[in-house]
């Protein structure tokens, strides 16, 4: 090769590498991030990587429909359920500016500090999920620092809760209850709210008794509870699945069965509880907030596309709270525009219609829509079934 066609073959070449890197370096497309901070891993991993599917779909439904002038983007971060974790996570969400709003966290003893976090950036969150009256109550306090932030899509401790005793006490004539809670912001907050109840509608709660998170053998207890002189008719436990699961088998192997009842709320309500009970789950009540799913008349899309993306055996109890959590904040950024202040001013003036029928927010960011409803679990078909 010439020296002259040398040259002109490396000017063409530098060209062409030029070309590409100002290709690259040319303007990207706009990313608007919604964050999804639940936990993905550990005990309540499965409950939360059903909330994070739902948002997931969520933002993908919207930019496939071009819904928005940029493109948005779920982020998922795992806080394990943990409340220190929880905190972290927070951190990291407000020091990322392409978040414009938050759905989390799933437990209550997460979302009650990371408010606190969210609401110095300010960056809104909507938990779909977490009951414990504090979550939202506490930006009441002359000590909150920054706006209020915090929302959420689920009735609170004391709705649910006194729904329960009603039940209890109405339909299935129980009179005496011996009490049990797993010590956490949400399990306590269920038994505290439950106690009040059931006692003002004339029932006796017979014994209190705290658990820890974790723990595996509670026949001891449950032989006292069984030995009691008032002759408790049942037992109300405020937790989560993994503890309610071998609450209800030691309790069946105790011989405490029919007319002996077990009722637990939303957290204990998963077909994963039966992989820890087996058999022993059936018969047992569980309220939930809201009406499950498939009893939902504006719900059937959502299952449907649900399923489709992700399959028939993934959809978990709460995972259309997730998803209406989005639709929600897609609604806020519509009139507002990616901008963190923007939305936050924009959710405190929801009016929502959508799966969960109308969502409207009050003062403190809770939810107007305070529909409970009680659910049987069937072991045959691991399937909760709704009762009249």
């Not at 819904?67 to 948005?72: A, E, G, I, N, V």
């Not at 009650?112 to 009441?140: D, H």
Request: charged share 25%; net charge positive; hydrophobic share 40%.
């Amino acid at each position: 090769m010439s020296y002259d066609r040398e040259m002109s073959f490396s000017r063409s070449r530098a060209f062409f590498f030029a070309a590409v890197a100002l290709s690259a370096c040319g303007p990207k497309e706009k990313v608007v991030k919604i964050a999804v901070a639940v936990p993905l891993t550990g005990d309540m991993g499965t409950e939360g990587q059903g909330i994070r599917r739902a948002v997931e779909l969520a933002v993908e439904q919207a930019n496939a429909a071009k819904r928005f002038p940029y493109k948005l983007a779920a982020a998922p971060y795992d806080d394990r359920a943990d409340p220190k974790e929880a905190v972290n996570v927070a951190n990291l969400i407000a020091s990322d500016r392409q978040v414009v709003a938050v759905i989390g966290p799933y437990n209550s003893g997460c979302a009650i500090p990371a408010g606190k976090v969210y609401a110095r950036a300010p960056v809104a969150m909507i938990s779909p999920t977490a009951t414990n009256p504090e979550v939202t109550v506490q930006q009441l306090s002359k000590d909150w620092i920054g706006p209020r932030v915090v929302f959420r899509v689920a009735p609170t401790d004391d709705v649910q809760s006194a729904y329960a005793a009603e039940y209890i006490f109405r339909r299935l004539g129980k009179r005496r209850m011996a009490v049990l809670h797993d010590k956490t912001p949400y399990g306590q907050g269920l038994a505290e709210q439950f106690q009040k109840a059931f006692g003002a509608l004339g029932g006796r709660i017979l014994s209190v008794d705290g658990i820890s998170v974790g723990d595996k053998d509670f026949k001891a207890l449950l032989t006292r509870i069984k030995a009691d002189s008032g002759r408790p008719e049942g037992l109300y436990f405020g937790g989560l699945y993994a503890e309610a699961g071998l609450l209800l088998k030691q309790m069946r192997e105790l011989g405490l069965d029919d007319p002996f009842v077990f009722v637990s709320g939303d957290g204990a309500k998963t077909p994963t509880l039966f992989d820890v009970s087996g058999d022993a789950a059936d018969g047992a009540y569980f309220s939930i907030f809201g009406v499950p799913v498939e009893e939902l008349p504006g719900a059937g899309r959502f299952v449907a596309d649900y399923k489709a993306r992700w399959g028939a055996q993934s959809l978990k109890p709460f995972d259309h709270f997730g998803y209406e959590a989005a639709q929600i904040i897609f609604d806020a950024l519509e009139r507002s525009g990616p901008d963190r202040e923007r939305v936050l001013a924009q959710l405190r003036q929801t009016r929502h219609q959508g799966v969960l029928g109308l969502t409207v927010f009050d003062e403190k960011g809770d939810t107007l829509n305070k529909i409970v409803s009680m659910t049987r679990a069937r072991a045959k078909d691991r399937s909760f079934q709704m009762v009249r």
